[in-house]
């Protein structure tokens, strides 16, 4: 059974910094692509960044400049580092994983439990 946990989530003023962790356990063979997503009240689901296993990175364009993703593949660890927040950013963040379980061929997709971050005055 794989899990993710994210922590490092909380309140925070406009202007100010959050990190937040994902660490993905269990029986897991590979992972290929470590992100986070958030979720407005009201609003969809979207990605704000994602990291291959060889590296590779992507960004919402509304994150770009601010906000630093960054991996540790020993540890099947993510981290997001966000700045300069905005009261915009306010939303559940979710940590995802395509990963590939031990004992199959075959990619899934794991969620964590999401943690809230708040941007306020």
């Known amino acids: 059974q794989v899990q993710l946990v994210e922590s490092g989530g909380g309140s925070v003023q406009p202007g100010g910094s959050l990190r937040l962790s994902c660490a993905a356990s269990?029986?897991?063979?590979?992972?290929?692509?470590m992100g986070w997503y958030r979720q407005a009240p009201g609003k969809q689901r979207e990605l704000v960044a994602a990291?291959?296993?060889?590296?590779?990175?992507n960004y919402a364009d509304s994150v770009k400049g601010r906000f630093t993703i960054s991996r540790d593949n020993a540890k099947n660890t993510v981290y997001l580092q966000m700045n300069s927040l905005k009261p915009e950013d306010t939303a559940v963040y979710y940590c995802?994983?395509?990963?590939?379980?031990?004992?199959?061929?075959?990619?899934?997709?794991?969620w964590g439990q999401g943690t809230q971050v708040t941007v306020s005055s």
């Open positions: 269990g029986s897991i063979f590979s992972i290929n692509r």
């Open positions: 990291i291959t296993s060889g590296g590779r990175i």
């Open positions: 995802n994983a395509d990963l590939i379980p031990h004992g199959t061929y075959y990619s899934a997709s794991s």
